[in-house]
């Protein structure tokens, strides 16, 4: 048996939807048996994405059921609200497989990031629940997994773009810790004297620089060459940017 109601999705939950369905009600037939969250999801959206649900205008569990004809408005999460988290002080995430680029930046800025080219959706879903991290991806349907505390799905495909979205997403401009984690294993990063890492500098490098500084996890060593001027660029870019 099946019913009919009627949704209207607000803001950035439109990216989820067909051209024709944006900004503009929409006639969905559901089974009877469904929930609002099945019913949002069926629809395109993930539920993390969603801050508020009204039904014919009075605020709705996830677990609703819905009635014929039911007036249904769906807001996001804009403007810095906070998602439904457990830890509620610093930021962490979780990235899928496809997002390596970005989750050394994101290690760059501080931010403690979990990222493993080997981790299947149900670790990372394991990963997001059990340590309360946000869950990065640019996979909708990993995003609509009942387990996941808090995720984002990333609109752009270029990963300075997607960092943009991130910062500004959960306001993060004034939580930038650059160069205090390693941006290969996550692990916190020390300064060193240089003769502890002597052994681990190219020729060049021993010449030319004396300001080191070492993972205390894998034990990467840094120092500021070029690259760094270039790192220090994006994090200037980064705390311009308009939340």
Known sequence: MSQTAFFKFHGSLNDFLRPRQRNTSIRY???VHQTVKDVIEA???PHVEVREVLVNGAKAAWT???QENDQVEVYPFEGGEEELLADKGERRFVLDVHLGTLARSLRMLGFDTVYRNDL???ELVQLADESQRILLTRDVNLLKHKDIPAGYWLRSQ???EQLKEVVIRY???DQLRPFTRCMVCNGNIVAVDKQEVLEQLPPKTKQYFDEFYQCQQCKQVYWKGSHYE???EL???IERMDG
């Open 64 to 66: 609703q059921r819905l």
């Open 171 to 173: 306001k993060l401009h």
């Open 120 to 122: 299947h959706d149900t």
């Open 29 to 31: 037939t559901y089974a």
């Open 235 to 237: 994090v200037h870019k």
């Open 230 to 232: 270039r790192m220090m």
């Open 43 to 45: 629809i395109g959206v």
């Open 158 to 160: 270029h990963t300075e």
